[in-house]
């Protein structure tokens, strides 16, 4: 089986994301908050969209769903405590839930803290973690719904998943993130690597995103690398992980 993942410009700095099973053509939408840049995505790819999956209800990352859903005659998915605020809903998910992209199969975890119905897409064979604004490259999300005992939890589980597996988060901020991280730990040199081949991909980013090139962008990361680089899915504890989200909100 093969997933192939194509990685979709959005807004200012939001990543969307065409999966699309190569065996069957089946497709699904991940996180899409502009129907245009993924239409035109979808059409050359030749791919037929059978799913829009959102992993919170932040229009950012969910204000296409209704059109997608229309144009495609295509269900959307989100969890299922997100019936009331996410765009389009269709289908509500819980953790350990399954669902299929062609042959392509998914499960579900509940990672609340950004938001209180925020999940991530697991594709184990894929080795493929969609986890919007919950985990990013090198940090974490604003606890706009959350507690740092929540999302401590959540780096948990994602740090649980194997080390390759790949970090396909929903924002470019991969070199701010890092940026914070080596001001708190001045001494890490896997930090300092990161920081600059990350520098070095956005020193020539296209002045629109929508522009944007696979050379130029930092995502997707890894999960072995998460736990050198990434000061939130270090902390020690929920307290640590508050105090330093606390720093890196003023940062």
């Given at each position: 089986?093969?997933?192939?993942?194509?990685?979709?410009?959005?807004?200012?700095?939001?990543?969307?994301?065409?999966?699309?099973?190569?065996?069957?053509?089946?497709?699904?939408?991940?996180?899409?908050?502009?129907?245009?840049?993924?239409?035109?995505?979808?059409?050359?790819?030749?791919?037929?969209?059978t799913s829009v999956l959102s992993t919170h209800h932040h229009p950012d990352?969910?204000?296409?769903?209704?059109?997608?859903?229309?144009?495609?005659?295509?269900?959307?998915?989100?969890?299922?405590?997100?019936?009331?605020?996410?765009?389009?809903?269709?289908?509500?998910?819980?953790?350990?839930?399954?669902?299929?992209?062609?042959?392509?199969?998914?499960?579900?975890?509940?990672?609340?803290?950004?938001?209180?119905?925020?999940?991530?897409?697991?594709?184990?064979?894929?080795?493929?973690?969609?986890?919007?604004?919950?985990?990013?490259?090198?940090?974490?999300?604003?606890?706009?719904?959350?507690?740092?005992?929540?999302?401590?939890?959540?780096?948990?589980?994602?740090?649980?998943?194997?080390?390759?597996?790949?970090?396909?988060?929903?924002?470019?901020?991969?070199?701010?993130?890092?940026?914070?991280?080596?001001?708190?730990?001045?001494?890490?040199?896997?930090?300092?690597?990161?920081?600059?081949?990350?520098?070095?991909?956005?020193?020539?980013?296209?002045?629109?995103?929508?522009?944007?090139?696979?050379?130029?962008?930092?995502?997707?990361?890894?999960?072995?690398?998460?736990?050198?680089?990434?000061?939130?899915?270090?902390?020690?504890?929920?307290?640590?992980?508050?105090?330093?989200?606390?720093?890196?909100?003023?940062?």
């Amino acid at each position: 089986m093969s997933l192939r993942i194509e990685r979709i410009p959005t807004l200012r700095d939001n990543y969307s994301y065409l999966l699309v099973c190569e065996q069957s053509g089946e497709a699904a939408v991940v996180d899409a908050p502009e129907f245009e840049p993924v239409a035109k995505r979808v059409k050359a790819s030749g791919a037929k969209v059978t799913s829009v999956l959102s992993t919170h209800h932040h229009p950012d990352h969910s204000q296409a769903n209704p059109e997608l859903s229309r144009s495609y005659d295509a269900p959307v998915y989100g969890h299922a405590s997100d019936s009331a605020r996410l765009p389009g809903f269709s289908h509500g998910l819980e953790e350990g839930d399954e669902l299929s992209v062609g042959r392509e199969r998914a499960r579900v975890l509940f990672i609340p803290a950004h938001t209180r119905g925020h999940i991530a897409y697991v594709f184990d064979d894929a080795k493929a973690v969609f986890c919007g604004d919950t985990l990013f490259v090198g940090g974490c999300g604003r606890l706009f719904e959350g507690t740092p005992a929540m999302m401590f939890e959540a780096m948990q589980k994602l740090g649980a998943l194997p080390g390759d597996t790949r970090v396909f988060c929903g924002h470019e901020y991969t070199e701010s993130n890092l940026r914070f991280a080596a001001h708190l730990e001045p001494e890490n040199a896997a930090v300092k690597k990161a920081l600059d081949d990350a520098q070095a991909r956005r020193r020539h980013a296209a002045a629109d995103w929508h522009d944007a090139t696979p050379e130029e962008m930092t995502v997707p990361g890894r999960i072995a690398d998460e736990h050198e680089i990434n000061p939130f899915m270090r902390a020690e504890s929920a307290a640590e992980l508050g105090r330093r989200r606390e720093r890196k909100d003023s940062f």
